[in-house]
């Protein structure tokens, strides 16, 4: 199922020989550095460069050893013959495993960072095109007062777009490597090694580290993504609350032949919004290790070693999974706006209810005198299911303060709305982003519906 949804990139990122090729990438870089400060032979340099790792017989040789640093380097040089005795010159394990891992977190991310650009593309045209779609706003999971479903979309969008931001600075926190010998002393390996090395591997250099890059930087980009992951289970909670058949204002894809359940042919389950808020609790899970993964004894201890390997492929993939599962939802989404009308209405409207408050207020009354005699009558709504507008009209100390004609222009939607067009001028929202006559046909649609 995880190809469906998912890019085959983050597959290949995380494979074993993308994470080996990295190591050698950053003992080639080493290399260079060192031969270009003339201690490594410009002609062994060549054969270096050559160099390949044979996972097979590096597997082989880990049988042994136990150590997959040194069985890695005893395949590297079975491919370069005598002048691999420069290879690993002045390093430690952790010189090439953190710095190699920064490099598949940077390709990572920039993945997870494309995912969230699509998700806001297909997202923005759906907030606009439902810009005036009015719905019940709930608080509570109880009916509060009108908004628009497009007005929903859009704060999802302004949530996604500070996602991006999280994570841009995320990738920029591990966009570093550590070139500085067994404990960072440098009494192996000197800075300018570092610098050189980093240079070619498009990184920088950690001001200071010890055996390892220090984990509150993989704690930031673990715990970034759990955040992401938190945004898409609320968005995804919000389609299943709103897909339940009381409700049903919303419905996730569901195709042709597909079953939602083996005993009960009727059911159309919201699977896909289901698997997204398990994964999150999954990342969730993730940073916590993260953090934990902060403190080490001294200069390092390996602890946080065995969970990284699972930690950080997995996190990564499941995320773009998940990404890829809530982009096909919002994609397909269905939208039943005649339905998140009649849902308006079955309090008879007692939405409403402020408004008339506050228009009592405007004529003179005390905030608890308003609110008294509007909540009497929101009680006797509740109880009789009677007009709202009705039961005030016919209560006569409310129309001694309101005349009934008048109450009944309370009772308009339209009220709660007049406020949209400059949200989503606020959030970046403007017809500029999608094609001019699709927006014009939207808005004519729109004031129809209004009238």
């Known amino acids: 199922m995880i190809e469906r949804y998912s890019r085959p990139q983050m597959k290949r990122v995380w494979s074993d020989e993308n994470k080996f090729n990295k190591w050698l990438d950053v003992e080639i870089a080493v ?10 032979p410009r002609r062994s340099l060549s054969k270096i460069k050559l160099a390949k790792c044979n996972l097979k017989r590096m597997d082989e040789i880990l049988k042994e050893t136990r150590h997959d640093m040194t069985a890695f380097l005893g395949s590297v040089a079975e491919s370069v013959g005598e002048d691999s005795r420069f290879i690993h010159l002045g390093l430690t394990s952790s010189d090439v495993m953190d710095t190699a891992l920064s490099l598949q977190i940077v390709e990572a991310a920039d993945i997870l960072l494309e995912d969230i650009k699509e998700l806001i593309a297909i997202l923005v045209p759906k907030a606009l095109e439902h810009k005036y779609t009015p719905m019940i706003g709930r608080t509570h999971g109880v009916h509060a007062e009108p908004i628009t479903f497009g007005l ?5 969008v302004e949530e996604l ?26 009494a192996t390996v000197p800075p300018e090694i570092e610098q050189r090395a980093c240079q070619k591997l498009r990184l920088l250099p950690a001001p200071v580290s010890n055996q390892v890059l220090q984990r509150d930087r993989h704690a930031q980009f673990i715990t970034t993504l759990a955040i992401v992951a938190g945004s898409l289970e609320k968005f995804a909670t919000e389609i299943r609350g709103l897909q339940r058949t009381e409700v049903h204002e919303l419905e996730e894809p569901f195709g042709t032949g597909q079953t939602g359940s083996s005993a009960m042919p009727h059911k159309r389950n919201p699977e896909l919004c289901e698997r997204v808020c398990g994964i999150a609790r999954l990342i969730r899970g993730y940073a916590v290790t993260s953090l934990e993964n902060i403190a080490l004894w001294h200069e390092r201890d390996i602890s946080h070693s065995s969970t990284e390997r699972i930690t ?67 009680a006797k709504t509740w109880e009789t299911n009677k007009s709202f507008l009705k039961l005030l009209q016919a209560d006569a100390d409310v129309v001694k ?13 339209q009220y709660y709305l007049q406020h949209i067009d400059e949200i989503f001028v606020r959030v970046g929202l403007t017809k500029t982003q999608w094609p001019n006559h699709k927006l014009e046909s939207i808005a004519r649609g729109k004031a129809k519906t209004r009238k």
Do not use: H
Request: aromatic letters at 10%; a positive charge.
């Open 312 to 378: 950080f492929p997995d996190a990564c993939l499941v995320l773009d999974y998940a990404l890829g599962i809530f982009t096909s939802v919002v994609r397909g989404l269905k939208v039943f706006p005649k339905q998140m009308k009649k849902n308006m209405e079955i309090t008879r409207g007692l939405i409403f209810s402020q408004r008339v408050m506050l228009a009592m207020i405007d004529k003179g009354l005390s905030r608890q005198q308003a609110y008294e005699m509007v909540q009497r009558n929101a």
């Open 401 to 413: 303060v309101i005349p009934a004609a008048e109450l009944a222009e309370i009772f308009d939607y």
């Open 161 to 186: 777009r500070r996602d991006q931001q999280r994570l841009t600075e995320a990738k920029k926190m591990m966009a570093f490597g550590k070139i500085s010998g067994a404990v960072g002393t440098y």
């Open 31 to 40: 290399c260079e550095a060192w031969s270009e400060i003339g201690e490594i």
């Open 152 to 156: 929903k979309l859009a704060l999802w």
